[in-house]
């Protein structure tokens, strides 16, 4: 098993005056399998689906679509480290942009994995 480590940069266009933008950078250490990045009142953004070498395949929600890339229909994309790949939500009050880019792939060791494995089946 492994995890990512993502950097999320989160760019909100305000569409009302005064015309505002925010901009809030977040790094995130992501297992294999797991939703992260939630989305206010519509749940988490993206899924690590899995690791291969130094790329990751991502799916991302249905309320975002790809900026410069085709859409894939079943909304997974693979990301190669150092890569940021820019998803866009339009349908809201302000324009929304989040920047995902893979900064690392960490392997877990055999131990790692039993313990992860466990907590999941005994949440604390």
């Not at 989160?10 to 297992?31: A, C, N, Y």
Request: proline share 5%; net charge negative.
């Amino acid at each position: 098993m492994a995890s990512a480590i993502f950097l999320i940069k989160s760019i909100t266009q305000h569409w009302r005056p005064p015309f505002g933008k925010e901009i809030t950078e977040l790094e995130m250490d992501v297992d294999e399998g797991k939703k992260f990045d939630d989305f206010p009142k519509e749940g988490p953004i993206f899924k690590l689906v899995k690791c291969d070498g130094d790329k990751a395949l991502i799916e991302f929600s249905g309320k975002f679509t790809l900026k410069g890339h085709l859409h894939p229909r079943n909304r997974q994309i693979w990301i190669e480290k150092d890569e940021a790949v820019d998803f866009a939500y339009l349908w809201g009050e302000d324009g929304i942009t989040k920047s995902l880019k893979l900064k690392e792939i960490v392997r877990k060791s055999q131990e790692e994995n039993q313990q992860i494995l466990e907590e999941g089946l005994n949440p604390k």
